[in-house]
């Protein structure tokens, strides 16, 4: 095994540790007197402003942040991530999801190779191929547009596309652009899924769009192999040609699904999976729904971010800021979560997209040379749009257990809305939340102001908000595709600069791999089980025993397993 200098071996780790004694002397009540502290703790670029004022810091302990940051090299990893170097050493890769946003006459290199006119040839193939689909020109077996696109995918070919496609849905610009279209993900292997995800649609105006690198994800080739048969049942095999395409490297596997090659988008090896939205795995479904302008706008933003991040001097740069402060929570302070709160319900599905971003990406237990951390990496990430999470789980995080919260507001809604008599709008109502809910964590309500509001004595311990709860606010112009793209990338970055400080690898993902190992057993035995009567052998007691019911029980499986519910 490799020995090296762990993070936590450094006197900066040390020194901020010790710090933490001084930290549990103050309260934010009183932090937030401080106005020049409070203004050092603003930062903005591009209309975005960060305030991390209610964060359990001193101006010292920025400063004894960035002494960390020094320490960790994290100039230096940043720099050769942007360069290509192949940081994920686990799976010998670079790490280039920024070249999949990089302007055309960009050089971001990998094995010295310049990768972005790849990027450009498969961006400008999915542009035509996009305008194609939309305007009539590629129509499906039967002669009709295809007007409604089923995305297949899991993971990561999931959760980044659906977060942007809730986002741009209520955007007036790509709401016009979207007129006429549907765009559903299918990526639970669960057959409630495949129901949802084709219910109310017609095979003849169906495009789907299977996305898999290797084009053998078990769960993703299961339920491709099923829309391959919901097409072929009603329109014939011949249609499969028409009606489905890939995005994938495997042009083999592609070509034997029935999939014509030419009708294959690349991605590359240096994008994983949670990252590659920006990839043909976002930009060919978005790029359907809404036109390949409006999905370059959502490139450009992210892209701002990337050279924001790797330009900015740390002292303003957001997605190191917001890095560093959660390595201060996580590995100092010790709060083990962290609430993700959009006051946006566009962003609704920002929360399930990060965390996998996060949790996939630092949920580590050994250095990058494969020492074994004797403190925690990565946080427990969760979150709900505001207000329905105020209605939710803000008790606990008002008076139950201490999580650092991300407050995400937008300056101008999407869908404005004024009541003639109304004391505000709509959007400032949600907004009036947006700026309170910050303040209540930090000051919380003391016993004396509960006395002076005549409360009756036995309800004050019940009243009582002990406040000094950590959050941060990051407030956006609007929420169009130019920032929607820009908040993918903040959270992007912002997650790499915490593996950095750890020293992980942020880019590998083996604990993937041991569940989906083990259900290939289960697969097999299943198979024997209901084609052979073989008995349930070579399980634990435990595991025998509920297959064993299982197998029993009545499971609904027609005896044609080829045979679709009619929806």
């Known amino acids: 095994m490799a020995t090296s200098t762990l993070i936590c071996e450094t006197p900066q780790w040390k020194d901020l540790n010790d710090h933490v004694e001084e930290i549990k002397k103050t309260h934010l009540r009183d932090l937030m007197q401080d106005s020049d502290r409070c203004k050092s703790m603003i930062t903005e670029f591009d209309g975005i402003i ?34 290509g170097e192949k940081i994920n050493c686990t799976e010998n890769r670079s790490v280039l999801h920024i070249a999949l946003r990089a302007a055309r006459d960009k050089a971001i290199k990998s094995d010295g190779k310049n990768v972005v006119p790849d990027v450009w040839h498969v961006l400008d193939k999915i542009k035509e191929f996009s305008e194609r689909i939309r305007s009539g020109s590629w129509v499906g077996a039967t002669g009709k547009a295809l007007t409604d696109v ?59 769009v299977v996305v898999s690198k290797t084009f053998t994800t078990a769960e993703t080739m299961l339920n491709a192999r099923t829309l391959r048969e919901w097409i072929s049942a009603a329109l014939g095999p011949q249609a499969v040609s028409k009606h489905m395409v890939a995005v994938s490297t495997n042009l083999t596997l592609v070509e034997k699904f029935g999939i014509d090659p ?20 976002g930009v060919l479904p978005l790029s359907l729904q809404y036109g390949f302008s409006v999905v370059h706008k959502f490139l450009n933003g992210a892209a701002s971010i990337d050279d924001h991040f790797h330009s900015t001097p740390f002292e303003k740069n957001i997605p190191v800021l917001l890095g560093l402060l959660s390595v201060w929570n996580v590995s100092f302070l010790r709060y083990p979560a962290r609430a993700i709160l959009p006051y946006s319900q566009a962003l609704e599905k920002f929360a399930p997209h990060i965390q996998q971003v996060s949790m ?24 709900e749009p505001g207000t329905n999470g105020q209605h939710s789980f803000y008790q606990l995080i008002h008076q139950g257990r201490v999580i650092p919260c991300d407050f995400i507001g937008v300056m101008r809604s999407q869908q404005p809305i004024y009541l003639k008599g109304e004391v505000v709008s709509n959007h400032d109502e949600l907004m009036s939340n947006f700026f ?3 303040d209540a964590l930090a000051y919380g309500k003391v016993a004396e102001q509960l006395l002076n509001e005549k409360v009756p004595d036995h309800l004050i311990p019940h009243k009582t908000f002990p406040g000094n709860r950590p959050s941060l606010s990051l407030l956006l112009p609007s929420l169009n595709a130019y920032n929607v793209g820009q908040l993918l990338a903040i959270y992007e970055h912002r997650i790499a600069v915490e593996g950095f400080v750890w020293g992980i690898n942020s880019f590998d993902q083996w604990g993937v791999e041991l569940g989906k190992s083990l259900a290939s057993q289960v697969r097999k035995q299943l198979h024997l089980s209901r084609t052979k009567a073989e008995p349930v052998e070579g ?29």
Request: proline share 6%.
């Open 50 to 83: 960060l305030d991390y004022s209610r964060q359990r810091v001193l101006p010292a302990t920025v400063e004894k942040l960035f002494q960390l940051a020094e320490v960790a090299c994290l100039k230096q990893k940043i720099d050769r991530m942007y360069n």
């Open 150 to 208: 089923v995305a297949v995918g899991i993971g990561g070919s999931f959760l980044g596309p659906l977060f942007v496609h809730t986002a741009l849905q209520t955007d007036p610009e790509a709401a016009e652009c979207a007129k006429g279209r549907q765009l559903r993900f299918l990526a639970n292997v669960d057959p409630i899924d495949v129901a949802r995800s084709i219910t109310g649609l017609n095979p003849e105006t169906t495009l789907v």
């Open 262 to 281: 030419a009708n294959a988008f690349a991605f590359w090896d240096w994008v994983g999976g949670r990252y590659s939205v920006c990839s043909a795995v």
């Open 360 to 383: 996939e990406s630092n949920g580590k237990g050994v250095s990058i040379d494969g020492v074994p951390l004797p403190f925690e990496t990565g946080e427990i990430d969760f979150g």
């Open 436 to 438: 309170a809910q910050p």
């Open 539 to 567: 399980f634990n007691f435990s595991t025998t025993t509920l297959l064993t019911r299982y197998l029993e029980a009545e499971t609904g499986v027609p005896s044609d397993q080829s045979q679709l519910p009619k929806l």
